[in-house]
């Protein structure tokens, strides 16, 4: 993910301002497209950052614990994250939502 997320922050780092022509049937107009700015790209490299970080510190835990863990912990990652959301954000969860947690969580 981190991979995709480099290209694509690359890929928005080329991007400039690009002048346009469109032709009527009696004007000539031209527009300035403009590119992305700095602070798309800072929106994307904020969860790039963090993925990164995310990845060198689980991979830091599996030199801990045996991969049968770190499988199992990977797999309540989804049930972490919902109940975060359900404390902290305060979001409501429908069936759809348990479900896919459940689905998730007895897969791993």
Do not use: W
Not at 11 to 35: F, I, P
Request: include cysteine; proline fraction near 1%.
């Amino acid at each position: 993910m981190f991979a995709y997320e480099a290209c694509v922050a690359y890929q928005t780092s080329l991007t400039h301002s690009q002048a346009v022509s469109v032709q009527t049937d009696d004007t000539k107009e031209t527009a300035v497209v403009r590119g992305n700015s700095a602070k798309d790209i800072f929106m994307l490299a904020i969860p790039t950052f963090f993925d990164l970080i995310a990845t060198v510190l689980m991979n830091i835990g599996l030199l801990s614990v045996t991969a049968s863990v770190y499988q199992m912990m990977r797999g309540a990652e989804m049930l972490f994250a919902a109940l975060f959301a359900v404390s902290f954000l305060h979001r409501k969860l429908n069936r759809m939502h348990f479900l896919g947690i459940l689905c998730c969580v007895v897969r791993s």
